[in-house]
């Protein structure tokens, strides 16, 4: 099987990814193209996205959000769903400092859900994260929000995360510290 990564995307990448979600996703979880589109604009270091190079579709993406304060801790109190999150509240990576990060989404096309997919997008992020750090961009925390049974396995086999509690929506609030979220990353390589 031919995949390859991407990381430069198009507005096209995200309607393709939305369609991708739906296989997981009940609609009021899965956030408008246009909306994930003003994300990557805001910081494109965020996203990968594997594509079939047989059929040039996209198969599978993975979002990390650097965010503020104040979303990280409204998201962390399980009271948000993420379909809300606008620009303003995304970080950019324009100056050395420390950030918090928000694990939004992975998600693969059930046809390539056994050809390590997800692993190959995580190690990815590990060299994009390899190469934040040396800009000097840590991140002191890391959280997510795991909609499905599958998610919260991933952020805890992938990403070394536990479950804090439930959400509003009945979904799981997932936390893993900046170095231990590092030492995991840096193992993937």
């Known amino acids: 099987m031919n995949i390859y990564l991407i990381d430069k995307l198009t507005l096209e990448d995200h309607f393709a990814s939305a369609k991708l ?16 589109w003003g994300w990557y604009a805001k910081n494109p270091e965020t996203y990968v996205m594997a594509k079939d190079c047989k059929t040039g579709e996209i198969i599978g993406h ?29 970080i950019t990576y324009n100056k050395p400092g420390i950030y918090k990060l928000y694990f939004c989404v992975v998600c693969v096309a059930p046809l390539y859900r056994q050809h390590n997919i997800s692993r190959l997008m995580i190690e990815a992020y590990a060299k994009k994260f390899r190469d934040l750090k040396s800009r000097g961009i840590i991140f002191s925390e890391v959280i997510a929000d795991a909609v499905t049974l599958e998610g919260v396995r991933f952020c805890e086999r992938a990403l070394g995360m536990r479950a804090i509690q439930n959400s509003a929506h009945n979904s799981h609030i997932m936390q893993v510290s900046g170095d231990d979220f590092y030492k995991i990353l840096l193992n993937l390589e």
């Open 62 to 90: 993975l979002l990390f959000l650097p965010i503020d304060d104040y979303l990280f801790e409204l998201i962390k109190s399980g009271n948000y769903v993420d379909t809300n999150i606008t620009p303003e509240h995304i």
């Open 21 to 36: 979600e739906k296989n997981y996703f009940s609609d009021d979880l899965i956030a408008d193209p246009k909306v994930t």
